[in-house]
């Protein structure tokens, strides 16, 4: 009886040093900071990053490492679920890793960070690197009968997606800002080319006329070697090239004489543009594009023959 009172006696109370300690408290459980959102496109609005918290308190949000402006201490709601958002304006494009640290409101309850989670900050496929605007389109070339006939239509499909033994069209349009947006044709463009990993040589596009509009094509046949036959993803960068400039226009101005009903003469001051052989030629711009789209299905794609 002695030995169960003393088992008691020690359950409920531990003397150390002679005072009295109660129970140990438990630490509670670390809340869950979890981040969603800050889908941005490069250049343009502030996306939202938005935080889910198991606890309410304050959020720091940071990109790549770095706190975001404004977003230092972001409170979240006062009721579940507890979300705080950050309006984020990304620094630059591509691939981003943003995380947040979670101060809980209660302090018995220590700051706990979130998982990383990562966002591609999306940059326009259509990217002006130069004066030069490109755009391209690939098409199955005509002519494909059998299993390489096109599934829909008689040819001239745009699709990103082709069977060895089918031709693919490159077509391009271009415009460029140093002629005043001109359209890009055989009269001012010296070179236009596509390379093609894999291919030795380039594939030279020509200007022309096809079914009533003109554009830019150039073939890729598949096939058996030597032809290209490598199945998977086809990369490619096309090419263009302005020709240099010789004669500038130059804005002038010239009196006139202008009768009126009367037959009095008086004279005017008007604008026009004269041509002025240039001294030293104006180099031409050069212009590229190759696809970046995010998604590989979206991309230039070969497949084997079925079988």
């Known amino acids: 009886m002695k030995r169960l009172t003393s088992i008691l006696a020690i359950s409920a109370m531990a003397l150390v040093g002679g005072v009295a300690v109660g129970p140990v408290a438990l630490a509670a459980d670390a809340p869950t900071l979890v981040l969603s959102g800050g889908s ?33 201490s972001v409170a979240t709601t006062t009721v579940a679920p507890f979300v705080a958002n950050c309006s984020w304006t990304p620094a630059a494009a591509g691939t ?23 966002v591609k900050v999306g ?14 389109d690939t098409v199955l070339a005509s002519g494909s009968t059998g299993a390489l006939a096109p599934r829909f239509g008689t040819g001239c499909a745009v699709t990103s997606q082709y069977i060895v033994g ?3 069209v490159f077509r391009v349009f271009a415009n460029n800002a140093d002629l005043g947006g001109a359209v890009m044709d055989s009269s001012n463009t010296a070179k236009a080319y596509v390379e093609v990993s894999g291919v030795a040589t380039p594939i030279q596009l020509k ?5 009533g509009t003109a554009f830019w094509a150039g073939l890729l046949r598949t096939g058996a070697a030597p032809l290209y036959s490598t199945p998977g993803i086809i990369n490619f960068k096309v090419t263009m090239v302005a020709k240099d400039t010789t004669i ?37 711009a050069t212009g590229t594009y190759t696809p970046s789209w995010a998604a590989t299905t979206s ?9």
């Open 123 to 136: 940059l326009p496929v259509q990217g002006v690197v130069s004066p030069i605007s490109i755009y391209v």
């Open 207 to 211: 200007y022309g006329n096809h079914s």
């Open 299 to 307: 991309l230039l794609t070969l497949y084997p023959l079925p079988a």
């Open 40 to 72: 941005a496109v490069f250049g343009l609005d502030p996306a939202v990053i938005k935080a889910t918290a198991g606890a309410a308190g304050k959020v720091k949000f940071a990109a790549v490492g770095v706190d975001i402006k404004g977003c230092e």
């Open 96 to 118: 981003t890793a943003l995380t947040a640290t979670l101060t809980p409101t209660d302090t018995t309850i220590a700051a706990v960070n979130s998982p990383t989670f990562t």
């Open 166 to 168: 089918q031709g693919i």
């Open 248 to 284: 500038a226009k130059v804005l002038s101005q010239k009196r006139v004489a202008v009768r009126d009903a009367a037959g009095n003469t008086t004279y005017q001051t008007v604008s026009y543009y004269r041509a002025r052989k240039l001294t030293s030629p104006i180099v031409g």
